[in-house]
């Protein structure tokens, strides 16, 4: 997946605000400047989670996140197809929105909550196969 960053920069699928390219080690997100959210193009959520200390691209309140929460169907910034509510098969109480072909959005705070969870699981997960 290519795009070609400098022709545009992403509209926020929830409050329509411009979004700031963020780069962690390599791995460039866009997040907006007003509500937060963060837009992963197509698996950069994954491989940012295994990356330590990647949760400091997700630096908005998740209450904020939360009051847009309540926003409902949202376009995809890459192609303005409606997107896909989701959650995250062992987190449903993160929900997230999804456009299958380029990427997912998350409101500020779901990423950390994504990352942390998902490690404090794969610590349960080990103490439980020493028994
Ligand atoms: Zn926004
Ligand atoms: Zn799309």
Known sequence: MNYSRELHSLQCPKCK???????YQDITIDRCTHCQG???DG???QQLRKIEGSETLDKGKSALGRKYDSVEDINCPRCGR??????H????HIWYEIC???GIFMDAGEFTDFKFETLMDLFRGVVKGKR
């Open 82 to 87: 409606t997107m896909e509510k989701s959650f």
């Open 17 to 23: 605000h411009g979004m700031e390219e963020v780069t």
């Open 43 to 45: 698996d950069e959520a």
């Open 38 to 40: 963060l837009w992963f």
């Open 100 to 102: 299958r072909e380029h």
């Open 89 to 92: 098969w062992k987190q449903t």
